[in-house]
């Protein structure tokens, strides 16, 4: 069993910066890939960044491109998004999730594991 457990969210005034961390645990051995995704009230969850553990090659939605970057630390098991520029359409609550199949991925149903959310409100 994998447990992720996300910090760092907040409020925010529009432009400004957050960081969130995403802790992981357990079985980390199986996870190949970690990724963010976000889901505003009312919308579906949608793909945010993700990061291979192993060679740290990243991808992103073109709507978070050049302001977030998504980066691991793989001593500690622990992988960070680093959001500046934001927008008031960023306002959702984010999610990290990790998968055990090899690769990157994009889609939310090729993850195996996902943390609790952290809320990210930017106000205009």
């Known amino acids: 069993q994998v447990q992720l457990v996300e910090s760092g969210g907040g409020l925010v005034q529009a432009g400004g910066s957050l960081r969130l961390s995403c802790a992981a645990s357990?079985?980390?051995?199986?996870?190949?890939?970690m990724g963010w995704f976000r889901q505003a009230p009312g919308k579906e969850r949608e793909f945010v960044a993700a990061?291979?553990?192993?060679?740290?090659?990243?991808r992103y939605a073109e709507s978070v491109k050049g302001r977030f970057t998504i980066s691991r630390d793989n001593a500690k098991t622990t992988v960070y998004l680093q959001m500046n520029i934001l927008k008031p359409e960023d306002t959702a609550v984010y999610y990290c999730?990790?998968?055990?199949?090899?690769?990157?991925?994009?889609?939310?149903?090729?993850?195996?594991?996902w943390g609790q959310g952290a809320q990210v409100t930017v106000s205009s």
């Open positions: 357990g079985r980390t051995f199986s996870g190949n890939a």
């Open positions: 990061i291979s553990w192993r060679s740290g090659s990243t």
């Open positions: 999730a990790t998968k055990t199949s090899l690769g990157i991925a994009t889609n939310a149903y090729e993850y195996d594991y």
